[in-house]
C-alpha cells in the first residue's frame, strides 16, 4: 500500500484527501518510481475545482498532480531506457493536464519514455519545482515570442513560479522586463530575480504604469492571470505587439473580437499550452536538457522554491489560491 492525495470530487481544498492505495507492479513500457519531491501546480487546483477544459466529467477519484522526481524501483516489459536506482523526473504522461494525472502520491507507474534522467548538479527538488514551469517559460520564448535586446516585456504575475523563470529568460536574452506583482514581498523577489521595474498591479493602473515606463508600448506580453489583466494588457503592447496568454489564474479570458486587434495596433495574439510543446518524449528530454543546463550554470536560479510535506497538500493548496507568496512550490511525501 502506498499513500496519495485523492478527490473524490470537485472542490476546494477540503476536497482533497490522504489515502492508502494499492499499486499494481509496472506495465509494459512502465516504470515505478518512488517520488521524492512533488510539483505543485496551479493546474492542479484548476483539476481540483474543475471547470472550462472539461467537456466530459473526469471518472472519480482522481489522484492529483502532473510531475514528480524520484528513484526507479522496478521497470516493466519493454524498458530499455531507464533501469532500477535511475533518478529521473517527468512532467505529464502525454496527456492534457488535466487527465491522467497521478503526482500527489508517494509512488507511481510512469511510461518509461515520459522520464528524462536527472543530471547530478540538479537536485530532485529543483526537478520537480521547475520542468512543468520551466517547460511553459520554454514553450513561450521558443514557439511565441523570443525576447531580444532592444525589446522590452511586460510580464504578469512576474514572482509566480513560471513568472519568475520567465524573468530570468527575458533577461538572459537581453530584454527589459517590467513585472507586475500582488504584494510588496512579490516585488521584491521580482526585482532579486532581474526585474527592471516591479508594478504593483492590485494598488496602480498598470496599463498607466507601464506606458509611464515605456511610452510607446511594450514588445510582448507574458501573462499567466488572463481574465483579470490579458485584454487590458493590449492598451500598454506597442503596434505589431505579441500577447502571449498561457494562464488563467484569475479565470478564463473573455472571447476576443479579432477587429480589436487591428484597432489596438495590429497585435497578435497567442494561447500557449505546454502539453502540445511536451507531447513528444524526444522534445521533452531535449528541452527538459537545456533547461536543467540553464539552471546548472546560474541562469535560471531557484532560490524561491518553498517545500510542503505531501500530507499537508491542502493546505499548500490554500495558500497557492490566497496568492500571498512568490515562487514555485514542492511537496515531500
Ligand atoms: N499553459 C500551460 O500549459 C501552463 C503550464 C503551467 C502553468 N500554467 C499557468 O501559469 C500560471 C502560473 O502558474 P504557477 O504554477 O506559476 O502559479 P503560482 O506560482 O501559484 O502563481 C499564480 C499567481 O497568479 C497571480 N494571480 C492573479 N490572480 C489570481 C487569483 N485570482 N488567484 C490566485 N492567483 C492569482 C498571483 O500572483 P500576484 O499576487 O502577483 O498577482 C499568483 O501568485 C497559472 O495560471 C497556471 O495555470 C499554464
Redesign the pocket.
Known amino acids: 500500500m502506498i499513500q496519495a492525495v485523492r478527490i473524490h470530487s470537485h472542490g476546494g481544498p477540503e476536497v482533497m484527501r490522504l489515502e492508502e492505495i494499492e499499486l499494481p507492479p509496472p506495465g509494459p513500457g512502465e516504470a515505478r518510481v518512488r517520488h521524492t519531491a512533488i510539483g505543485l501546480?496551479?493546474?492542479d487546483i484548476?483539476v481540483r475545482r474543475g471547470g472550462f477544459y472539461q467537456k466530459d466529467p473526469l471518472p472519480m477519484p482522481i489522484i492529483l498532480g502532473n510531475e514528480a522526481a524520484g528513484v526507479v524501483l522496478a521497470i516493466g516489459d519493454k524498458v530499455d531506457d531507464v533501469k532500477a536506482g535511475d533518478r529521473v523526473g517527468y512532467c505529464g504522461v502525454g496527456s492534457n493536464?488535466f487527465v491522467n494525472t497521478g503526482a500527489y502520491a508517494q509512488e507511481r507507474n510512469v511510461p518509461a519514455s515520459r522520464l528524462v534522467k536527472l543530471p547530478d548538479g540538479i537536485t530532485d527538488i529543483q526537478a520537480a519545482a521547475l520542468m512543468?514551469?520551466g517547460l511553459?517559460a520554454a514553450s513561450i520564448v521558443d514557439r511565441a515570442f523570443r525576447p531580444k535586446a532592444g525589446d522590452t516585456i511586460l510580464i504578469h504575475?512576474a514572482?509566480?513560479?513560471?513568472?519568475l523563470l520567465l524573468v530570468q529568460w527575458s533577461k538572459h536574452f537581453g530584454a527589459t522586463v517590467i513585472g507586475?506583482?500582488?504584494?510588496t514581498t512579490?516585488q521584491q523577489v521580482a526585482l532579486d530575480h532581474g526585474c527592471d521595474h516591479a508594478i504593483l498591479y492590485r494598488e496602480v493602473d498598470f496599463v498607466s504604469a507601464t506606458r509611464g515606463i515605456v511610452p510607446g508600448g511594450v514588445s510582448a506580453v507574458f501573462d499567466?492571470?488572463?481574465k483579470?489583466t490579458f485584454v487590458k494588457s493590449f492598451d500598454c503592447t506597442a503596434p505589431f505587439g505579441m500577447l502571449v496568454n498561457?494562464?488563467?489564474?484569475?479565470g478564463h479570458v473573455p472571447p476576443i473580437d479579432i477587429l480589436q486587434l487591428s484597432l489596438k495596433g495590429s497585435l497578435s495574439v497567442c494561447r500557449?499550452?505546454?502539453?502540445q510543446y511536451l507531447g513528444d518524449p524526444a522534445r521533452f528530454r531535449e528541452a527538459a536538457g537545456r533547461l536543467f543546463d540553464l539552471v546548472e550554470r546560474g541562469v535560471l536560479r531557484t532560490a524561491a522554491i518553498r517545500t510542503h510535506p505531501l500530507a499537508d497538500a491542502a493546505a499548500a493548496h490554500r495558500q497557492?489560491?490566497a496568492?500571498s507568496d512568490a515562487g514555485?512550490v514542492v511537496l515531500l511525501p
Open positions: 501546480n496551479f493546474s484548476n493536464f512543468l514551469k511553459t504575475a514572482a509566480s513560479g513560471v513568472g507586475t506583482v500582488g504584494n512579490k499567466g492571470v488572463g483579470d498561457y494562464g488563467n489564474a484569475s500557449v499550452g505546454v502539453s497557492a489560491e496568492a514555485p
